[in-house]
């Protein structure tokens, strides 16, 4: 019973690297959706996605670009990354509006 | 836009005590769900007790309960017997009801420890 798997667990870019923070769900849910959690701020919105092929944005979108081609999968893109977004990303899902979300485990991302 | 508010950045709680700890939101909508999640320090997020608006009993899960009072737009966690394993990040979420999606805003989070 997988739930939501996020890859890596850690990771440490240089300014200016481009990564892919993978994310995967086997429950068949149809939203998903990234949030990063900062010291004092909570977590907020990234990217969601109420089904494949559709996505938009949440509260802190830019520098990230999201995809979902299929029901599982919804990868996180960081296009050229900044100190900034030093940060634990995590990917979440639901069956549906008012379900709680299922989390995965986190990326602690750095940026230097 | 709604907001969750968690004024106590910190709490502290004796083991087998009970604690309380506070959220207030700001919405328009009448219908909304509200959640507990809990964050220990293997970073994982555990849904601790849901809400739902429209139902006036409050929600309880074994030792977690919560005072929910829409009025005041005040939704309070309250962890009786507290033990070790309670020691926590604890976040208040906010979500609408109704629409397509299921966005969750959450609260900046209270900080709990249980002292042996």
């Known amino acids: 019973n997988a739930g939501v798997t996020q890859t890596p667990k850690f990771q440490v870019l240089k300014t200016g690297q481009s990564m892919t923070l993978q994310c995967a769900q086997d429950?068949?849910?149809?939203?998903m959706s990234w949030y990063r959690q900062d010291p004092g701020m909570g977590l907020r919105l990234i990217h969601y996605s109420v089904g494949a092929g559709i996505t938009d944005q949440g509260e802190v979108p830019n520098g990230y670009n999201v995809s979902r081609s299929t029901t599982e999968d919804f990868p996180l893109r960081l296009l050229s990354a900044a100190p900034s977004q030093t940060s634990v990303y995590f990917c979440a899902s639901s069956s549906g509006v008012g379900s709680p979300l299922h989390f995965g485990n986190g990326t602690r991302l750095t940026v230097t | 836009a709604q907001t969750v508010t968690q004024s106590q950045p910190e709490m502290s709680v004796q083991e087998a005590e009970t604690v309380t700890l506070s959220c207030t939101y700001d919405?328009?909508?009448?219908?909304?769900?509200l959640f507990w999640y809990k964050q220990p320090p293997s970073r994982q997020m555990i849904l601790v007790i849901r809400?739902?608006?429209?139902?006036?009993q409050n929600a309880t899960e074994n030792r977690f309960s919560v005072n929910f009072q829409k009025a005041a737009k005040s939704f309070s966690l309250k962890i009786s017997d507290s033990q070790l394993g309670d020691a926590a990040m604890y976040f208040c979420?906010?979500?609408?009801?109704?629409?397509?999606?299921?966005?969750?805003?959450f609260g900046t989070g209270t900080l709990l420890a249980v002292q042996p």
């Open positions: 919405t328009s909508e009448s219908d909304y769900y």
């Open positions: 979420a906010y979500s609408r009801y109704g629409g397509a999606t299921n966005k969750l805003i």
């Open positions: 809400q739902e608006a429209y139902k006036q």
């Open positions: 429950m068949n849910h149809e939203y």
